[in-house]
């Protein structure tokens, strides 16, 4: 996570929320300067990264590079993405990792994942930044937005998923506690686990003691955990854990560093630090590198309603 503000979050909202287009036909063909097409190839280029907003998605399919990455990048053939917020900014220079290949032509982008492989999207060209992919075999489109890595705002897309940031370890242990605080419940709490389950985002707690391998832990409890903002302030969030057998715990969430968070216990008082133990590096939905994490759903959910996509499929 690069820790400069590079792009002011307004302009970054913005963007992410313009839903006014007009559209441009791409075309691959040697009169592309002719002013009603424009080369696929330019226009994939014409930006180092593209932002995949998922609440923008039309139609009811999901194509799972798109639907885990942050951003994409279109780089000599070869396809990168910010899959992970961990190291987001600087992991690959800004573009994150290589994924697989792409091959675009007309208006056509083919695309060989790692692990998915092959997918095909048809291309358009909604304004200056913005491209759709329409995916005809789910008929389903992907917007996203093009931004040059010096004019990216890491941070804020790092602050506004946050949530995803917690589910990147296989676990977070307890390395302090502060000596100020009320006695509570939670101070028996060693490790935190948080997963990632479709609409509803459950974690799971562990009493074990400090330096056990993540792979030996007991899990002594598994509830729903919730994210949220707090007004005025962007780098701080609302953590709540909810359990059964005591009230729910309340914390102001802050971010130390990629692998070091603060909860500050709102009932008690207590500061306790968690470091995240097992960084997982993902590659597509429900897999990754380090298996023994049980989440299966490591995805970005779309928050807004899936609706059908008016996208005529000229392959069909």
């Known amino acids: 996570m690069k820790t400069i503000k590079l792009l002011s979050t307004f302009a970054l909202i913005a963007t992410l929320f313009t839903s006014c287009y007009t559209e441009v036909i791409v075309d691959d063909y040697n009169g592309y300067n002719d002013p009603g097409y424009v080369n696929i190839n330019q226009v994939l280029n014409s930006h180092e990264l593209w932002y995949i907003d998922v609440n923008e998605t039309i139609g009811y399919g999901e194509s799972p590079f798109l639907q885990i990455g942050f951003t994409i990048s279109f780089r000599n053939g070869t396809l990168y993405a910010n899959n992970n917020l961990v190291g ?23 695309v060989d994942h790692d692990i998915d492989g092959y997918d095909s999207f048809d291309v358009y060209q909604i304004d200056y930044n913005t491209i759709e992919l329409y995916n005809p075999f789910t008929d389903t489109s992907y917007f996203l937005h093009g931004y040059q890595r010096s004019t990216f705002d890491y941070d804020y897309v790092f602050y506004d998923n ?155």
């Open 88 to 110: 987001i900014g600087s992991q690959g220079n800004g573009f994150g990792i290589p994924i697989g290949y792409y091959n675009a032509y007309d208006n056509i982008l083919d």
């Open 162 to 316: 946050i949530q995803y940031f917690l589910q990147e370890y296989e676990a977070w242990e307890k390395t302090y506690t502060s000596n100020f605080g009320a006695l509570n419940e939670f101070d028996n709490e060693n490790y935190l686990q948080f997963l990632s389950g479709g609409n509803d985002n459950t974690f799971r707690s562990s009493q074990d003691q400090n330096g056990i391998n993540p792979n030996n832990l007991y899990w002594d409890f598994t509830g729903i955990y919730g994210v949220g903002n707090v007004s005025g302030n962007m780098y701080l969030k609302a953590l709540v854990l909810d359990y059964d057998y005591f009230d729910n715990e309340q914390f102001e969430l802050s971010i130390l560093n990629d692998q070091k968070i603060e909860l500050y216990h709102t009932s008690s008082g207590t500061i306790y630090e968690f470091k995240g133990r097992g960084y997982i590096e993902y590659l597509k939905t429900g897999t990754t590198i380090n298996k023994t994490k049980t989440s299966g759903l490591k995805k970005r959910v779309q928050r807004t309603k899936k609706k059908d996509n008016p996208r005529e499929n000229t392959r069909a």
